[in-house]
Nanobody, 115 residues
Framework: QVQLVESGGGLVQPGGSLRLSCAASRSILTMNLMGWYRQAPGKERELVARITSAFVKDYANFVKGRFAISRDNAKNTMYLEMNSLKSEDTAVYYC?????????WGQGTQVTVSS
């Protein structure tokens, strides 16, 4: 079992930046794939970005050039740096980890982009 805890969400103006963190309760070395997803009101959950254990990164088209995913295995933490935020980025952001025993999800952190 592993617990994932997201933090760093909040209210930001359009064009602003936020950095989300996803802290795991144990080592993430065995988590071959970790990712960030988001869900806006009335919409399905969608992939934002993901990163493999070999640090290969993949982004949804709507965040390319604006968001950056990273992981620090020594700190058991994954990050999402979000820049040039738009109102349409408003959503609950969830982290996901694919461990050998199964998938895990965090509880989510709210990101609201509004003036």
């Amino acid at each position: 079992q592993v617990q994932l805890v997201e933090s760093g969400g909040g209210l930001v103006q359009p064009g602003g930046s936020l950095r989300l963190s996803c802290a795991a309760s144990r080592s993430i070395l065995t988590m071959n794939l970790m990712g960030w997803y988001r869900q806006a009101p009335g919409k399905e959950r969608e992939l934002v970005a993901r990163i493999t254990s070999a640090f290969v990164k993949d982004y949804a088209n709507f965040v390319k050039g604006r968001f950056a995913i990273s992981r620090d295995n020594a700190k058991n933490t994954m990050y999402l740096e979000m820049n040039s935020l738009k109102s349409e980025d408003t959503a609950v952001y969830y982290c996901n980890a694919a461990a050998p025993e199964g998938d895990y999800w965090g509880q989510g952190t709210q990101v609201t982009v509004s003036s």
